[in-house]
């Protein structure tokens, strides 16, 4: 935010330097961020009398004036179109040198010798102004140096503004910190003015619809008035805030607005129907021009201010086209209103629409100054417009606000701070920032703050409010009482670490993408047919279409990065990614999140060299990583098993990842489809996903080291034929579990189906590695222990022995 320091100095009396000034408030948290002096170099410009006006001899568009400096009289030519004898103008004298004009010097401008120069705001640095010479007031002495008429040289603070300190958005705000700093008096604008109009109520009404949107609007009416430039006074600190300067009624409101803080709305009275005023949501799909010529279009969720008929606003951010000041209007209804700021927050980012007035909204306004902002408007309009102002104001307040009160310990303050402040001394500082002070016993203070200070809710704000006053750098420096030792980390935390090292073990590189995506993303992850929008967590307010719903599987995010890098010539991919999935449940409000393990690999597994031959990536390349995770966190032995239509993946190749009786995870080959979708439809990709809160609940074993076996191995073929609804890995589990603990290791070598085979049927062959860690097994013990195996196949998967 800019303000001028001769703006501050009107509500606070300050002696000291703008360098001093400005560290001050930064000590205080208001940054100044820059400070630059305006009106500097006019030393040789001063104030003169325009004598006499003769037409240029030579040119149609000038004028000779003959001016008095009080030392003597001179010809200016100059071309103005606002000159007039009698009029005090601000004059370069020869020898001048201005940052917009450059040097000045006695010339000859067609044929007529000219003394100096005549100046335009702009010319000064003051506004952007270059339709006419400034006019000097009429008490300008001839002679006199124009920085002095004006209060020259100023200064211009830009300040920045954290979003916890809307109080602070307006020069009364700064000025309210300085006093409180310096122990001054804070001045207050006038808002008196005179009541000339009819009674209020009989030429306006008000209706709230929506008391949760709009907690408080009040409006006053100012009829008779005469539209014309405001003073340069006023567009002088318009434009050094960098606000353009309209017309004096506009100019009036964006005023109020950097004066106090409170944002206003002038509306032409003739043009609201019925002249009146309702204040309700817009209907969801409508569309509305506001002030920029812009036709937008409006949800449900948009706040509106309408007339009778129809919209003239959107609520808290930008007037309508329809409603607007022109350069006919006479009779004007002033707005000022108290909006809820999450509202106008939303419909703001919603229309992508920032304005002076939501950037105070969204962040919170003095509710209870809604009044006092509207007769300081109604005072300036009238004085600077005319016009009779109708008696009384519209005020709709269904519900006033009650200031909350905090309690503040002192103990507690100083605890926090490291200091020794007695209670008196910590009162004097709230209370020097318009707070209501109560002493509570016991050390402890009631405080009840303003309701312009929307950031005070809990004790510690009111610490904060203390360390401010009493000065950052007088707050002795203390180290912090440290318990010793650290806690364990979580499971989670643990299982996280692991699952990074060994993935970044495997050669995979881990990836973080945004958790939002697009609906069409999980559209196409589940394919035609299917409603992934049931599960899916909506967003209120998204930053695009394309991040609107919350992500329910972390593929896309994978498939999106393997995309762009595919699109740059990098087709060998292998990327993980640890984070959370969303989905709507029916037990309560809030979604249920989820974390889980999300792998994606594409390319070639193995490269051609002299000794192997090219291969792709495949299912059981990765079918492998995910094995060699599960054992590394200690899984138990996982069974993978046929998925039923997986979103995302190829039906006939992929897998439920299962544990005892938990499916904890899918694998597979994407869906041609999907590669389709992301235009890879000539590669392959494979992945997994593993849900880590269902790993969390099994019991992970630690490691179990074994020393190296003292006793020979035996092994055993089995060659048996089954169903083919019969898995490989159920025949595995029978092996494992008929042999105990002398089966060391089962491999399954052969699959075989078709020639030779019965319809229906196919061949297993496995190899089984038997070893005793006490002994050595002889044939008797082998056989006896590997027809047990072959038996207990025969009982549980309904397979025979294959002859032959």
Same mark, same amino acid.
């Given at each position: 935010?800019?303000?001028?320091?001769?703006?501050?100095?009107?509500?606070?009396?300050?002696?000291?330097?703008?360098?001093?000034?400005?560290?001050?408030?930064?000590?205080?948290?208001?940054?100044?961020?820059?400070?630059?002096?305006?009106?500097?170099?006019?030393?040789?410009?001063?104030?003169?009398?325009?004598?006499?006006?003769?037409?240029?001899?030579?040119?149609?568009?000038?004028?000779?004036?003959?001016?008095?400096?009080?030392?003597?009289?001179?010809?200016?030519?100059?071309?103005?179109?606002?000159?007039?004898?009698g009029?005090?103008?601000?004059?370069?004298?020869?020898?001048?040198?201005?940052?917009?004009?450059?040097?000045?010097?006695e010339?000859?401008?067609?044929?007529?010798?000219?003394?100096?120069?005549?100046?335009?705001?702009?010319?000064?640095?003051?506004?952007?102004?270059?339709?006419?010479?400034?006019?000097?007031?009429?008490?300008?002495?001839?002679?006199?140096?124009?920085?002095?008429?004006?209060?020259?040289?100023?200064?211009?603070?830009?300040?920045?503004?954290?979003?916890?300190?809307?109080?602070?958005a307006c020069?009364?705000?700064?000025?309210?910190?300085?006093?409180?700093?310096?122990?001054?008096?804070?001045?207050?604008?006038?808002?008196?003015?005179?009541?000339?109009?009819?009674?209020?109520?009989?030429?306006?009404?008000?209706?709230?619809?929506?008391?949760?949107?709009?907690?408080?609007?009040?409006?006053?009416?100012?009829?008779?008035?005469?539209?014309?430039?405001?003073?340069?006074?006023?567009?002088?600190?318009?434009?050094?805030?960098?606000?353009?300067?309209?017309?004096?009624?506009?100019?009036?409101?964006?005023?109020?607005?950097?004066?106090?803080?409170?944002?206003l709305?002038?509306?032409?009275?003739?043009?609201?129907?019925?002249?009146?005023?309702?204040?309700?949501?817009?209907?969801?799909?409508?569309?509305?021009?506001?002030?920029?010529?812009?036709?937008?279009?409006?949800?449900?969720?948009?706040?509106?201010?309408?007339?009778?008929?129809r919209?003239?606003?959107?609520?808290?951010?930008?007037?309508?086209?329809?409603? #607007?000041?022109?350069?006919?209007? +006479?009779?004007?209804?002033? /707005?000022?209103?108290?909006?809820? $700021? &999450? !509202?106008?927050? %939303?419909a703001?980012?919603?229309?992508?629409?920032s304005?002076?007035?939501?950037?105070?909204?969204?962040?919170?306004?003095?509710?209870?100054?809604?009044?006092?902002?509207?007769r300081?408007?109604?005072?300036?309009i009238?004085?600077?417009?005319?016009?009779?102002?109708?008696?009384?104001?519209?005020?709709?307040?269904?519900?006033?606000?009650?200031?909350?009160?905090?309690?503040?310990?002192?103990?507690?303050?100083?605890?926090?701070?490291?200091?020794?402040l007695?209670?008196?001394?910590?009162r004097?500082?709230?209370?020097?920032?318009e707070?209501?002070?109560?002493?509570?016993?016991?050390?402890?203070?009631?405080?009840?703050?303003?309701?312009?200070?929307?950031?005070?809710?809990? #004790?510690?704000?009111?610490?904060? +409010?203390?360390?401010?006053? /009493?000065?950052?750098?007088?707050? $002795? &420096? !203390?180290?912090? %009482?440290?318990?010793?030792?650290?806690?364990?980390?979580s499971?989670?935390?643990?299982?996280?670490?692991?699952?990074?090292?060994?993935?970044?073990?495997?050669?995979?590189?881990?990836?973080?993408?945004?958790?939002?995506?697009?609906?069409?993303?999980l559209?196409?992850?589940?394919?035609?047919?299917?409603?992934?929008?049931?599960e899916?967590?909506?967003?209120?307010?998204?930053?695009?279409?394309?991040?609107?719903?919350?992500?329910?599987?972390?593929?896309?995010g994978?498939?999106?990065?393997?995309?762009?890098?595919?699109?740059?010539?990098?087709?060998?991919?292998?990327?993980?990614?640890?984070?959370?999935?969303?989905?709507?449940?029916?037990?309560?409000?809030?979604?249920?999140?989820?974390?889980?393990?999300?792998?994606?690999?594409?390319?070639?597994?193995?490269?051609?060299?002299?000794?192997? !031959?090219?291969?792709?990536?495949?299912?059981?390349?990765?079918?492998?990583?995910?094995?060699?995770i599960?054992?590394?966190?200690g899984?138990?032995?996982?069974?993978?098993?046929?998925?039923?239509?997986?979103?995302?993946?190829?039906?006939?190749?992929?897998?439920?990842?299962?544990?005892?009786?938990?499916?904890?995870?899918?694998?597979?080959?994407?869906?041609?489809?999907?590669?389709?979708?992301?235009?890879?439809?000539?590669?392959s990709?494979?992945?997994?996903?593993?849900?880590?809160?269902?790993?969390?609940?099994?019991?992970?074993?630690?490691?179990?080291?074994?020393?190296?076996?003292?006793?020979?191995?035996?092994?055993?073929?089995?060659?048996?034929?089954?169903?083919?609804?019969?898995?490989?890995?159920?025949?595995?589990?029978?092996?494992?579990?008929?042999?105990?603990?002398?089966?060391?290791?089962?491999?399954?070598?052969?699959?075989?189906?078709?020639?030779?085979?019965?319809?229906?049927?196919?061949?297993?062959?496995?190899?089984?590695?038997?070893?005793?860690q006490?002994?050595?097994?002889?044939?008797?013990?082998?056989?006896?222990?590997?027809?047990?195996?072959?038996?207990?196949?025969?009982?549980?998967?309904?397979g025979?022995?294959?002859?032959?």
């Amino acid at each position: 935010m800019k303000v001028c320091l001769s703006w501050l100095k009107e509500y606070v009396d300050i002696d000291m330097s703008p360098e001093a000034l400005s560290e001050a408030l930064t000590m205080v948290g208001l940054e100044v961020e820059g400070l630059e002096p305006v009106g500097s170099g006019l030393e040789r410009v001063v104030a003169a009398r325009i004598e006499s006006l003769e037409k240029h001899p030579n040119a149609d568009r000038l004028a000779l004036c003959r001016v008095n400096t009080g030392a003597g009289t001179h010809t200016v030519v100059c071309g103005a179109p606002n000159l007039r004898e009698g009029m005090r103008v601000p004059l370069a004298c020869p020898g001048a040198d201005l940052p917009g004009v450059g040097a000045v010097s006695e010339t000859e401008i067609r044929g007529v010798a000219s003394w100096g120069m005549l100046l335009a705001e702009d010319e000064m640095g003051l506004t952007d102004d270059h339709s006419g010479i400034l006019e000097l007031p009429e008490g300008a002495t001839p002679g006199l140096g124009v920085a002095e008429v004006l209060g020259l040289p100023d200064w211009t603070l830009e300040i920045g503004l954290t979003p916890n300190r809307p109080d602070c958005a307006c020069v009364l705000g700064i000025a309210r910190e300085i006093a409180a700093l310096t122990g001054r008096r804070l001045k207050q604008p006038p808002i008196d003015y005179r009541e000339q109009g009819p009674e209020i109520h009989r030429r306006a009404g008000v209706e709230i619809r929506d008391p949760v949107g709009c907690p408080r609007y009040a409006a006053g009416l100012v009829q008779g008035v005469r539209l014309s430039p405001s003073p340069f006074w006023m567009r002088y600190r318009l434009h050094q805030s960098g606000v353009r300067s309209i017309n004096n009624v506009v100019d009036v409101t964006n005023y109020v607005l950097l004066e106090m803080g409170q944002p206003l709305h002038a509306f032409d009275y003739d043009r609201l129907r019925r002249n009146r005023i309702v204040v309700q949501r817009a209907e969801d799909g409508s569309r509305f021009t506001t002030l920029d010529g812009r036709t937008r279009d409006l949800d449900g969720e948009t706040l509106m201010i309408c007339d009778a008929e129809r919209p003239v606003a959107l609520a808290g951010i930008m007037g309508g086209l329809n409603s #607007e000041i022109f350069a006919g209007s +006479e009779n004007v209804l002033v /707005e000022s209103a108290y909006f809820d $700021p &999450v !509202t106008i927050r %939303r419909a703001s980012k919603r229309l992508g629409l920032s304005t002076e007035a939501s950037y105070r909204f969204e962040r919170g306004v003095d509710i209870e100054g809604v009044t006092r902002a509207l007769r300081r408007s109604l005072h300036l309009i009238s004085s600077l417009a005319g016009g009779a102002v109708a008696r009384g104001l519209i005020d709709e307040y269904p519900e006033p606000f009650s200031r909350p009160t905090v309690v503040l310990r002192v103990e507690r303050a100083n605890q926090l701070l490291g200091t020794e402040l007695g209670e008196e001394k910590i009162r004097k500082y709230l209370e020097a920032l318009e707070m209501d002070v109560e002493s509570g016993g016991r050390g402890q203070l009631q405080v009840r703050p303003p309701a312009f200070r929307v950031d005070i809710t809990r #004790e510690v704000d009111l610490v904060e +409010e203390v360390a401010r006053m /009493e000065g950052y750098q007088k707050i $002795p &420096v !203390t180290f912090p %009482r440290l318990r010793g030792g650290a806690g364990p980390l979580s499971r989670d935390l643990v299982l996280r670490d692991r699952v990074r090292a060994a993935m970044v073990g495997f050669g995979f590189s881990e990836i973080i993408t945004y958790s939002f995506v697009s609906p069409e993303a999980l559209d196409i992850l589940h394919g035609p047919g299917q409603d992934p929008s049931t599960e899916a967590v909506k967003l209120l307010n998204p930053l695009s279409s394309e991040q609107s719903v919350m992500r329910t599987s972390l593929l896309p995010g994978l498939l999106a990065a393997m995309k762009n890098n595919a699109l740059r010539g990098e087709k060998e991919i292998k990327i993980f990614e640890w984070g959370k999935v969303f989905r709507v449940t029916a037990e309560g409000p809030l979604p249920e999140e989820r974390p889980f393990l999300g792998v994606l690999m594409m390319g070639v597994f193995q490269r051609k060299a002299w000794y192997n !031959t090219l291969r792709a990536v495949d299912f059981y390349d990765m079918k492998g990583v995910a094995e060699a995770i599960l054992q590394e966190i200690g899984v138990g032995e996982a069974v993978f098993r046929k998925a039923q239509d997986p979103p995302g993946y190829r039906p006939e190749v992929s897998a439920e990842i299962v544990v005892g009786e938990s499916q904890i995870g899918l694998l597979g080959q994407v869906a041609p489809r999907v590669m389709e979708a992301y235009e890879l439809e000539k590669e392959s990709a494979f992945a997994f996903e593993l849900d880590v809160e269902a790993l969390l609940g099994l019991d992970l074993a630690g490691k179990v080291y074994r020393p190296v076996a003292k006793y020979p191995a035996v092994y055993r073929d089995i060659s048996i034929v089954v169903a083919d609804s019969v898995e490989s890995a159920a025949v595995w589990r029978v092996i494992r579990e008929a042999g105990g603990d002398l089966v060391e290791s089962v491999e399954l070598f052969d699959s075989f189906s078709g020639r030779g085979m019965e319809p229906g049927q196919k061949a297993l062959g496995f190899r089984v590695c038997y070893r005793s860690q006490s002994h050595t097994l002889d044939g008797v013990e082998v056989n006896r222990l590997h027809e047990h195996v072959i038996d207990r196949i025969r009982e549980q998967t309904g397979g025979r022995l294959r002859e032959g």
